[in-house]
């Protein structure tokens, strides 16, 4: 039967150190994920939202809002679809604000025609569009947060200073197949962390999030 080799104790620290620290990255980083998913249909609920509630107003404003709401939905889909290119992110989303400022100023302009009607219907619609401003700047800042640079260097550090010592400490007897499977675990484990911090790169993304915004253009045709 083999035996397990022992561990030198300050190595089996190092190695638990390394493992709760994968952990908590692990734990920020797929938290983090969840939440930046979870605003992009939040996101496309509240904009399909303040589309429907357009139908309360005169078919002449409620055209010139949803001409203004069709062009801010594009401008959100192109935020997304930008993907790494963060400056083209950046005026994608400057353009939606315009775009969402526009809605607002006719929504308010309309409000301040004195009848009960308008009321009633600025009273419904107002609010929908500031949660659509709001969960826009959310969302952006959102996507901004990441994982602390400190601690994926740190993260990064002790997965090196493991390795070495682990290998260090088996010179002469290798197990490679233990070693290839600890280095292949590591490396995983390391890259799904980073991938889950940010969605924009790699392989896990928000595509399916994203499509209850592309959506809404359907919303436009009826």
Request: net charge neutral.
């Amino acid at each position: 039967m083999r035996s397990i080799p022992e561990i030198n104790p300050i190595n089996g620290m190092l190695l638990g150190l390394l493992g709760l620290l994968l952990a908590f990255s692990f734990s920020m980083s797929n938290s983090r994920f969840d939440d930046r998913r979870h605003l992009i249909i939040e996101e496309a609920d509240v904009i399909g939202t303040t589309i429907l509630r357009t139908d309360m107003y005169p078919d002449s404003m409620r055209a010139a809002l949803r001409s203004a709401l069709r062009d801010y939905v594009e401008r959100r889909i192109a935020f997304y679809e930008t993907g790494t290119n963060v400056e083209k992110a950046l005026s994608e989303y400057s353009a939606a604000q315009v775009e969402s400022a526009k809605v607002w100023r006719m929504a308010v302009d309309y409000a301040k025609k004195d009848t009960s009607a308008n009321t009633t219907r600025t009273s419904q619609l107002i609010p929908s569009i500031n949660d659509m401003i709001d969960i826009a700047s959310t969302r952006l800042a959102a996507g901004e947060g990441t994982i602390p640079g400190s601690i994926m260097y740190f993260l990064f550090a002790l997965c090196l200073c493991a390795s070495f010592l682990l290998g260090y400490e088996r010179t002469g007897k290798v197990d490679w197949i233990s070693l290839g499977g600890f280095a292949l675990t590591l490396s995983i484990t390391v890259f799904s962390i980073l991938d889950l911090d940010r969605p924009r790169s790699g392989l896990i993304k928000m595509d399916g999030p994203n499509t209850k915004i592309i959506e809404l253009r359907e919303m436009f045709d009826k």
